[in-house]
């Protein structure tokens, strides 16, 4: 089996980012919600009991600004240092602020209105979910940079969980859930891209030097003797 061209993986996820608010300009526009999302937020509501609306609030409030916009991506960044993965923090942070900053810039655009038997206290404008882009960016970035099969398990649960939980309390519809998943996602690969794209051209420009001036990254003396002349086997005539 081929493996995926990361071309393509790059190329789909900048389209992705353009086309969620595409969708979500023309869901604002529909009269009512599509026939999926209504039957979507019937389930969650006849699925309601007191424990799983307990959990729900428990990650509405742990998706909020304060802990999903500022502790969570503390912890992680902390996480990132203490597993010698300093250099990723920069592109994490900036990750989860382009998310932030988008998401809600996008929302009072957009205006969607949210479902009418909301259970909990949310701002204006329903598309995309604020938590679930938010989930999905820090995890998706985080699965990219560990590169382990138990991070991306952990990542699309938490994404998987948040959107129920946004669902189930009808603070947002199905669609917006799904939009958020794959706008947040697409935004890490594009961050982490570029991320990894800046990294390689300091690479270039630093084995550039190297060439040219040796002494300023080697030290003279070593410098020196890379220019020696040598002989027949590699030894110094």
């Not at 948040?162 to 917006?176: E, I, N, V």
């Not at 859930?177 to 990294?199: D, E, K, N, P, Q």
């Amino acid at each position: 089996m081929r493996p995926v061209s990361s071309r393509l993986v790059h190329a789909i996820s900048a389209s992705v980012v353009l086309a969620v608010p595409a969708a979500g300009a023309v869901l604002s526009v529909v009269v009512g919600p599509p026939v999926i999302d209504l039957w979507w937020r019937a389930v969650m509501v006849a699925s309601r009991t007191d424990p799983l609306t307990q959990l729900a609030y428990v990650l509405d409030v742990w998706g909020a600004d304060g802990l999903g916009f500022g502790v969570i991506p503390a912890l992680i960044a902390g996480t990132l240092l203490l597993t010698r993965r300093a250099r990723a923090v920069p592109g994490f942070l900036v990750a989860g602020v382009v998310s932030l900053v988008l998401v809600q810039a996008l929302k009072p655009i957009l205006a969607r209105a949210r479902p009418d038997d909301m259970l909990t206290i949310s701002d204006a404008g329903s598309f995309p979910s604020g938590h679930v882009t938010n989930v999905a960016t820090l995890g998706v970035f985080a699965a990219l940079i560990y590169r382990r099969l138990w991070v991306w398990v952990l990542a699309v649960g938490y994404i998987l969980v948040m959107a129920w939980s946004r669902t189930y309390l009808s603070a947002h519809w199905l669609s917006d859930t799904i939009a958020g998943a794959l706008w947040g996602s697409a935004l890490a690969v594009v961050v982490y891209s570029a991320r990894s794209a800046i990294a390689r051209g300091h690479a270039r420009r630093r084995m550039l030097k190297v060439s040219e001036k040796p002494e300023l990254i080697l030290g003279a003396e070593a410098a020196e003797h890379l220019q020696r002349p040598t002989g027949i086997g590699g030894r110094d005539e």
